[in-house]
């Protein structure tokens, strides 16, 4: 899917390369943290990092009174991903189906 989008910038947020250490970290045998380890530091090293910032966190603040005060909450990974994509104008490639969709404004890519 992310292969049909040729040119456009593929980057993650900052709480999902968290996301992808701390899988790292569970693994339960050492064999199995070297190989986690090895392909997260791959994938790092090639992508972009958006930062955690003023702006994203203005657009989360407003994300989350917004989904709170209609009774439909996010995660709160889910919704700082969310925010970061809006506040840099991005789309979010997922295979989540229930929290990414709730989002007003954001664009979500199924792959």
Excluded: C, N
Excluded at 9 to 22: F, G, N
Excluded at 39 to 68: C, T, Y
């Amino acid at each position: 899917m992310l292969r049909d989008h040729g040119d456009e910038p593929v980057a993650i947020a900052m709480i999902t390369a968290s996301e992808l250490l701390h899988g790292v970290h569970r693994a339960a045998e050492p064999s199995q943290r070297a190989r986690r380890e090895a392909f997260v530091e791959r994938l790092l090293a090639h992508l972009s990092l958006i930062p955690f910032d003023l702006v994203v966190a203005r657009v989360h603040a407003r994300l989350s009174a917004e989904l709170a005060a209609k009774g439909s909450p996010v995660g709160a990974h889910d919704l700082l991903i969310a925010a970061t994509a809006l506040a840099v104008e991005y789309d979010v490639a997922t295979r989540d189906e229930r929290s990414f969709p709730r989002i007003p404004g954001l664009t979500v890519l199924r792959w």
